[in-house]
């Protein structure tokens, strides 16, 4: 499996930018697809966004399009999130997962490896 950690999370004010980063290791990493996750208190974790192995197919969820940027480095084995004109609805819980899927997918049951999580508040 590969062992992730995620950080970059912290307090922004709405509009502003964070910048998510979830280090990788163990298994080959430019093998998997990665993902974005969120979690917000009292609901359902939810996809945000992916990228295939080699970072040529991206996949978002509508809430974030054209304001989130999912990339990855596959020499640094780093995945990134880039929120721009982040909402208050953003705030959650931002988890980053590994698929082993050949085909870039969103579905969670098909993420095998999760990190740990970081937070981002988005104050109004």
């Known amino acids: 499996q590969v062992q992730l950690v995620e950080s970059g999370g912290g307090l922004v004010q709405a509009g502003g930018s964070l910048r998510l980063s979830c280090a990788a290791s163990g298994r080959t990493f430019s093998g998997a697809g990665m993902g974005w996750f969120r979690q917000a208190p009292g609901k359902d974790r939810e996809f945000v966004a992916a990228?295939?192995?080699?970072?040529?197919?991206?996949y978002y969820a509508d809430s974030v399009k054209g304001r989130f940027t999912i990339s990855r480095d596959n020499v640094k084995n780093t995945v990134y999130l880039q929120m721009n004109s982040l909402k208050p609805e953003d705030t959650a819980v931002y988890y980053c997962?590994?698929?082993?899927?050949?085909?870039?997918?969103?579905?969670?049951?098909?993420?095998?490896?999760w990190g740990q999580g970081t937070q981002v508040t988005v104050s109004s």
């Open positions: 997962a590994a698929s082993s899927r050949v085909a870039l997918t969103t579905n969670i049951a098909d993420f095998n490896s």
């Open positions: 990228t295939s192995r080699s970072g040529g197919k991206i």
